[in-house]
């Protein structure tokens, strides 16, 4: 696989990052995970709104302009011969003398982009469904940027499959879920009504996110926009989550309790298709 990493396109075997790099040292970098599907980029220009925004929040300086960006995507693309999988940009504030203060402003931020060949669309989770296990929200407060500081939604991942789940679902001190480890919750209500999270600091601003509430209306679809609980869910007709990697995935059970059937249901099915359909039509 040939990997992206500072200006070269090089075998991951020849692929060099400084031990000084303060990715490695502080986890201080960000990044964004495109899908590919059909050898093209889904939802490319929110992904670079949101880098923009997440390099802006830590005051890191730009890498690269969009343009460029786009052709090291394309490029990788077309080197590693992917068809449906996954881009992975990542941006730290580079090498420099470890200390807690930013290094001095003309310091080279490093940019890395690889690949991830995988099927996306006819995965058997989409079809039986997830499993998740809540676990409290010990992040820090600002979830909203899009850091490589992933140790725990790792840690939470871990308890969750420690438990036979699949994933977690992160819940705040009032009882309240924020997100998934890597991905946004929604439940549908008895009335047939979406929930999911208000954006602020405590979730990532999904990209998948935005486009499912836009198809959701178009689709008809009441969507309230407000926390809901985890004994509110456990009562849901139906519940999922998305990513960009996931797309829609229904979730069928809550701490080992069954929401709805314990299958995927009809407005978690429908909302996958209909996502699909557009990032098909839309990828670039
Ligand atoms: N929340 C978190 C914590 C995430 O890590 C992700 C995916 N990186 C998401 C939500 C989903 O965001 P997106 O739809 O942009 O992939």
Redesign the pocket.
């Known amino acids: 696989r040939t990997v992206y990493v500072n200006g070269s396109y090089v075998a991951q075997e020849e692929a060099k990052i400084s031990v000084f790099d303060r990715g490695f040292l502080f986890a201080d970098g960000v990044y964004e995970?495109t899908a590919v599907l059909g050898g093209k980029l889904v939802d490319f220009a929110p992904h670079m709104q949101r880098l923009r925004r997440s390099l802006s929040e830590l005051a890191l300086p730009s890498p690269a302009g969009d343009e460029e960006i786009l052709s090291i995507h394309r490029e990788l693309t077309e080197r590693n011969r992917l068809v449906e999988g996954l881009i992975y940009l990542q941006v730290t504030r580079g090498a420099a003398e470890r200390d807690f203060a930013y290094p001095p402003e003309d310091t080279k931020p490093s940019l890395v982009l690889f690949t991830q060949a995988k099927t996306l669309r006819e995965t058997p989770a989409s079809k039986t469904g997830i499993a998740v296990a809540t676990v409290p929200d010990l992040r820090w407060k600002r979830?909203d940027i899009?850091t490589v500081q992933l140790l725990y939604?790792s840690m939470a991942k871990m308890a969750a499959k420690a438990k036979g789940a699949d994933d977690a679902w992160m819940v705040d001190e009032d009882g309240f879920v924020t997100?998934?480890?890597?991905?946004?919750a929604y439940i549908v209500t008895g009335q047939g009504k979406l929930v999911t999270r208000h954006l602020s600091h405590d979730?990532?601003h999904?990209?998948?996110?935005a486009a499912v509430i836009q198809l959701a209306e178009a689709e008809g679809i009441d969507v309230e926009i407000r926390p809901f609980s985890v004994e509110e869910a456990r009562q849901a007709r139906e519940a999922f989550v998305?990513?960009?990697s996931g797309f829609v995935m229904p979730v069928v059970s809550i701490d080992g309790e069954t929401i709805g059937t314990g299958t995927p249901g009809t407005f978690s099915r429908r909302l996958r298709a209909v996502y699909i359909a557009e990032a098909e039509k839309s990828a670039i």
């Open positions: 995970v979830c899009k939604p997100e998934g480890t890597s991905n946004n979730i990532l999904g990209i998948t996110r998305t990513s960009a």
